[in-house]
């Protein structure tokens, strides 16, 4: 029964084309674990911040062979996906095989690299397909004294509206429910649960997650920046001499984009928007700062989870049983100051929140 924060990492990527072409300069710097943001119209005004990693990878690349991006050279100061793995992605494998909950969550407006953290594009995989390697990889070298079994879902929360991405059938109107059990805690009722044998099942099952999340998104006519989409990893583990079962759920979860959000659809759409789409984003802020406040000693009767589908899903992963790790990920360009700065606000209220996570551990049954 441990207590620990919430850790927090930051990553600036490289300029995109068309801050390259607006000639944007970079406003972000960092030294080891802290960041300097820069108030483009005015150079005194500066503000430091300080994480438990922060990742340099705006420049000092360049992309071998494979078209992967490694630093310049050798040692350099460029964070590619393998180092940003290494600190973030280890611990959460180790933490899953130990029993308990871990969480990963990309934040950031959009555009900044949430997914490219995340899942990774092309030769350039990220954090989940990563981990997942490692995870049968480890269950691959371990087989004498457990059992192992994993099981893979992936949904997304759009306009609080809770859809499987594994199901055809899931364009249920209204979308899944999320139910709660004294046990369990909250759930998504009717959510495909795929057991899983090895790392490229995962991935195949990731695509096709993708791509239902691309086309329903095109369909309704909406933005795909606009949804939440989460990744659940069951891993259960039978140690049959101990008789023994250990349980741990870990979740993935690339946010919709933190900016304040235009709508381009009707007025009804609007108005939905302005108060579902955002309800999640908005009402995770809300349970962070509580969360916060709670960790510096102020009276907090109330924690509101229960006010988005997102809240109640991650629950245990803010404040309860779950090793929890954050990314914030942020634009270098001085176009993009006030967004870079909230983010960095965002996630220095994130790093205060202390969980209480253990082992998942029961007799096998
Ligand atoms: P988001 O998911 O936050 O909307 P993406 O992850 O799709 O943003 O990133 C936007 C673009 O920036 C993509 O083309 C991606 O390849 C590129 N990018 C993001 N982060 C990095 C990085 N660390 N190194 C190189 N390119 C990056
Ligand atoms: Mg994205």
Redesign the pocket.
Known sequence: HSKDCVKVAV????F?KRERDAGSRCIISMVSSSITIQDPRDSQNRRSFCFDYA?W??SG?TRDHRGV?VPEEPGGRY???DS?FQDLGEGILENALQGYNATLL?Y??????????????GP?KGLIPKLCDRLFQAIRENQENRQCQVFFSMLEIYNEQVVDLLSRASRTPGGLRVREEQQRGFYVEGLRTVPCETAAQVEQLMEQGTRTRTTAATHMNANS?RSHMLIILQLKQIFSKESITKQSNINLV?LA?SERQRSSGSEADRLKEGTAINLSLTTLGNVISSLADVAVGKKVVHIPYRDSALTKLLQSALGGNSRTVMIA?LSPADICYEESLSTLRYAERAKRIQNRAVVNESPTE
């Open positions: 990553r600036v990527r490289p995109n990742y990878s705006h690349f991006y964070a590619d996906q940003v990309a950031g407006q959009t555009g900044s690299g949430k997914s490219y953290s995340m899942m990774g594009y350039n920046s690339d984009g990920t």
